[in-house]
Nanobody, 123 residues
């Protein structure tokens, strides 16, 4: 079965950096656009960043542009989210998601989600 397993979350002070990873199995990874979402306590899940099947196209939610970078390695079946200049408002559980038919954008219908990894940014 399809599995998306996130890792790399943790606690960091404001201004710090973290790199999240999402390892995929049970699917042909290069056939899926990938994305990261996050859900803060008491809030709805929101799109953070997406990357096309071969990494040629990326898109970001406005508040993370210039600070976060999404990338993928189709040999390792892994998608990454490099997060720099972290702010307390970035605190959330971060999920990766796989999109079989779209481009991994915010409006896509994602087929699979992982279980999430928590990120806590203290001021």
């Amino acid at each position: 079965q399809v599995q998306l397993v996130e890792s790399g979350g943790g606690s960091v002070q404001a201004g710090g950096s973290l790199r999240l990873s999402c390892a995929a199995s049970g699917l042909t990874f290069s056939m899926y656009a990938m994305a990261w979402f996050r859900q803060a306590p008491g809030k709805e899940r929101e799109f953070v960043a997406g990357v096309s099947r071969y990494g040629g196209s990326t898109n970001y939610e406005d508040s993370v542009k210039g600070r976060f970078t999404i990338s993928r390695d189709n040999v390792k079946n892994t998608v990454y989210l490099q997060m720099n200049s972290l702010k307390p408002e970035d605190t959330a559980v971060y999920y990766c998601a796989a999109d079989r038919w779209g481009s991994g954008g915010a409006k896509a219908l994602f087929d699979y989600y992982g279980q999430g990894t928590p990120v806590i940014v203290s001021s």
